[in-house]
């Protein structure tokens, strides 16, 4: 989630927040065209078979499929109610003609549109109800429930044979007049292991995180709720969940990233908790950040942590870098393993282009494999990448390799839209990269990248699809489109600041 976001639900702003981005447009005055309408839906999948069961598969045709949200973007004729396309994989790729928008506006979507509500401010996905096919959730952390601003709720969109439909909603009863925010970080995994997927989410008053066990009916009724409080255990107050398996038994484990006030000041820090049937549990700091992914990137059958941290480094944000910086740490049998942690920049051997003041390298995280070779591999966004010595901010996106010593810069690439095959031109403050995601969505075993430039087109946002071969991520057949090309009301509208886990 972008800074201003934070800011719109409320959250503690950060002081090494820099000054160029106070720049960026606030969604307050935003004149969008409103959103009407019901679902669109352009053959999206019939799917007569039984679903396929395939993690990301919305419409059970055997093909991932994508959803991208633009949070600040108006949605019936309320500025930043937010919205949410769909964009559905075929065995060609994901197709933009075969789309569905949805909001609060859309018929058979829970909610009604309003001033700031940020729908899809943030999205995981799973199949919560256990149905073969895929669900969404949508984060609406601004979401007004009675009199109280910012009380959030979750969305879930469920999965069916023509895509995306119907939807529900999960709210968290909370004493008198709090602003909880439910919805500000959410993730879907199977925490206690036994074959349901359940929800995390951050709830900022009462408890820092709600988890609903699965399955989660399309009544909203889950197996159970338990609470956990990360803050009074380890002080760091949750942002952003990340769900992955790290130890390699059945149950996820949940990475929590968040915020330490230390000396006065915020500082980025993350916590794992891994899954058992008894309930997460912490078993150990990690390097803080503002992204996080959990891949097998070394192929040793333990899924390893990787955390972005774009700031600075300092004292009081150690994880840093010049222009931003990753950190690896390696999973093994018990979670965590004593193997030295990696860190890697834009002056790590191997990896494109120079560190820089302000680049923000690590602000977005998404891993897959691109080349079939069985190592995960990790797609990094330098959302604020100067490019020469004029065009600022104008991002970059590149993708490290996974190998048998881990994540390494040898044989990484980077894409901006002035490399060959892409489309567009690299302008200051498009921020290409602000989003990422690897997605195989023509089933091929390779995963293609996905990424979105919020400050495309001054703030309308677009996403570029680029394609994957036998080495990897290539520009060649490269596409992009803009919120018009979904069914969405162009303008301003940050398309593309989100994309789904």
Do not use: C
């Not at 010593?405 to 990269?433: I, K, M, N, W, Y």
């Amino acid at each position: 989630m972008t800074s201003e976001v934070r800011r719109a639900v409320g959250m503690p702003q950060e002081k090494k927040i820099r000054m160029h981005q106070r720049l960026r447009v606030t969604l307050a005055t935003a004149a969008v065209a409103a959103l009407t309408g019901g679902l669109l839906v352009a053959g999206a999948g019939t799917a007569a078979a039984a679903p396929s069961g395939l993690q990301g598969d919305f419409n059970g045709d055997g093909y991932r499929d994508i959803a991208v949200s633009a949070p600040r973007a108006a949605a019936g004729g309320k500025g930043g109610a937010g919205y949410i396309a769909v964009v559905y994989g075929t065995r060609n790729g994901l197709d933009k003609s075969k789309h569905a928008l949805i909001s609060q506006a859309t018929t058979g979507i829970t909610g009604v549109p309003e001033e700031g509500d940020a729908f899809g401010a943030q999205l995981t996905t799973g199949d919560l109800d256990g149905d073969g096919y895929t669900d969404l959730v949508a984060g609406v952390p601004e979401e007004r429930i009675g009199s109280t601003r910012s009380t959030g709720v979750l969305t879930v969109i469920w999965g069916s044979p023509t895509g995306l439909r119907a939807s529900t909603d999960i709210a968290a009863p909370m004493p008198g007049d709090q602003r909880n925010a439910l919805g500000l970080g959410v993730a879907a995994g199977d925490f206690d292991g036994d074959g349901r997927t359940d929800l995390a989410a951050v709830n900022n008053a009462y408890s820092d995180l709600f988890v609903f066990r699965g399955p989660i009916s399309r009544t909203g009724e889950s197996a159970g709720r338990t609470e956990l409080s990360v803050t009074n255990s380890t002080g760091i107050t949750p942002r952003r969940l990340v769900a992955g398996r790290v130890d390699g038994d059945r149950a996820a484990d949940l990475l929590v990233m968040g915020i330490r006030e230390t000396d006065g000041d915020y500082v980025n820090a993350g916590v794992l908790y891994s899954g058992r049937a008894t309930g997460l549990k912490e078993v150990g700091t990690v390097a803080g950040g503002r992204a996080g992914v959990i891949a097998d990137v070394d192929k040793d059958g333990y899924g390893d942590i990787v955390t972005g941290e774009p700031m600075e480094k300092r004292a009081q944000e150690p994880d840093g870098g010049h222009g931003g910086a990753l950190t690896v740490t390696y999973g093994g049998a018990d979670g965590l393993s004593t193997r030295p942690r990696v860190r890697i920049d834009q002056d790590t051997p191997g990896v494109p282009g120079a560190a820089e003041r302000f680049d923000e390298f690590g602000w977005s995280l998404s891993a897959g494999d691109t080349d079939g070779d069985g190592y995960a591999d990790v797609a990094v966004g330098a959302q604020s990448e100067t490019l020469g010595t004029s065009t600022f901010g104008a991002g970059m996106v590149t993708v490290l390799r996974g190998s048998a010593a881990g994540l390494t810069g040898t044989g990484s690439r980077s894409f901006t839209q002035d490399t060959a095959g892409v489309p567009g031109v690299a302008e200051d403050h498009d921020h290409f990269g602000g989003a990422v995601q690897l997605v195989d969505s023509n089933n091929d075993g390779r995963a293609e990248l996905v990424a979105g430039a919020y400050g495309e087109n001054g703030n309308a946002g677009s996403v570029w699809l680029v394609r994957a071969g036998a080495s990897g991520i290539t520009a060649t057949g490269s596409t992009s489109f803009g919120s018009l090309s979904v069914g969405g009301p162009g303008g301003f509208g940050y398309f593309g600041e989100v994309l789904a886990d």
